[in-house]
């Protein structure tokens, strides 16, 4: 376990717009409490929580991979009428102490999805 710093910083912060994800012309996620995860030079993600997607459209799949600051990351395949998008979201179930405000929530990879924010 790595703990953020200035060598490799992370911010969380609370993400004052709507964010809603969609794919293949189905909304996935639509919320307004978004939290961007902002972690050194990557852009920025954002996390939604669990309770704003529609999990019939999401199907979890065996794939796990590790980031020394966050976790274990699981993911999960969209299933949203169209062509299944494998791995599209992934999800710190358990996340390290540092990140736990992200534990549960789900993120989605912007080539997979149309990720929108609007005013609330």
Known sequence: MKLPGPDHPISITANPNGVRISADGKVIAETRRALTLQEASYPPVQYIPREDA?????????????????GDASYFSIVAGGEPQANAVWSYENPFPAMAEIAGYLAFYPQKVQIEEFKP
């Open 54 to 70: 529609d999990m019939r459209l999401l199907e979890k799949t065996a794939r796990v991979t590790h980031c020394p600051y966050k």
